[in-house]
T-cell receptor, first 111, second 118 residues
Framework: NAGVTQTPKFRVLKTGQSMTLLCAQD?????MYWYRQDPGMGLRLIHY???????AKGEVPDGYNVSRLKKQNFLLGLESAAPSQTSVYFC??????????FGQGTRLTVV | AQTVTQSQPEMSVQEAETVTLSCTYD???????LFWYKQPPSRQMILVIR??????QNATENRFSVNFQKAAKSFSLKISDSQLGDTAMYFC???????????????FGKGMKLTVNP
């Protein structure tokens, strides 16, 4: 049982480059979330989705876009990376009010 | 909007002692769910315990228990007989009860670093 898989695990980008982070879950979960974790800031919600084809903004959505074309996948895109987007990114999925399962995280550095 | 506050950024405790981690939240909802997650140095997020707001009885899971005070909007985690493996970041989280057409954000506090010393 793979659970939640994030790819890639590490990435270094130059300012202005674009990239897509992929989150895949095999638990048929309805809800999926993208967070960023920065020291002293906890986990801040970027975007989330409550079902296939639906997305919504979280606390810190600026500079990011998402898509959920298939129920099992939730993509996070950075169109023009900035140093302020250097962070560890976590994806999570859950059924309603149940335990959320997290990916292993993606460490992104923007130089 | 729902907010979750963990006012203690860091704590340390001796092995085998009891420690309490505090969490307060702000919501206008009456039905919701609260969670404590643990993040050890491996970075993996692990569910510790969960509480449904409509349940008056405090949740317990082995050495972990909560003190849920709904009126005060407080949700503290008590760890008994602390072990070295409890050393981790601990996050309090909130999810509101689903209503038709509503969206279910899972909102986290800033976390608290717990160190268990031998």
């Amino acid at each position: 049982n793979a659970g939640v898989t994030q790819t890639p695990k590490f990435r270094v980008l130059k300012t202005g480059q674009s990239m897509t982070l992929l989150c895949a879950q095999d638990m048929n979960h309805e809800y999926m979330y993208w967070y960023r974790q920065d020291p002293g800031m906890g986990l801040r919600l970027i975007h989330y989705s409550v079902g296939e084809g639906t997305t919504a903004k979280g606390e810190v959505p600026d500079g990011y876009n998402v898509s959920r074309l298939k129920k099992q996948n939730f993509l996070l895109g950075l169109e023009s990376a900035a140093p302020s987007q250097t962070s560890v990114y976590f994806c999570a999925s859950t059924r309603y009010m149940e335990e959320a399962f997290f990916g292993q995280g993606t460490r992104l550095t923007v130089v | 909007a729902q907010t979750v506050t963990q006012s203690q950024p860091e704590m340390s405790v001796q092995e085998a002692e009891t420690v309490t981690l505090s969490c307060t939240y702000d919501t206008s909802e009456n039905n919701y769910y609260l969670f404590w997650y643990k993040q050890p140095p491996s970075r993996q997020m692990i569910l510790v315990i969960r509480q449904e707001a409509y349940k008056q009885q405090n949740a317990t899971e082995n050495r972990f228990s909560v003190n849920f005070q709904k009126a005060a909007k407080s949700f503290s985690l008590k760890i008994s007989d602390s072990q070295l493996g409890d050393t981790a970041m601990y996050f309090c989280a909130f999810m509101k009860h689903r209503v038709q057409g509503g969206s279910e954000k899972l909102v986290f506090g800033k976390g608290m670093k717990l160190t268990v010393n031998p």
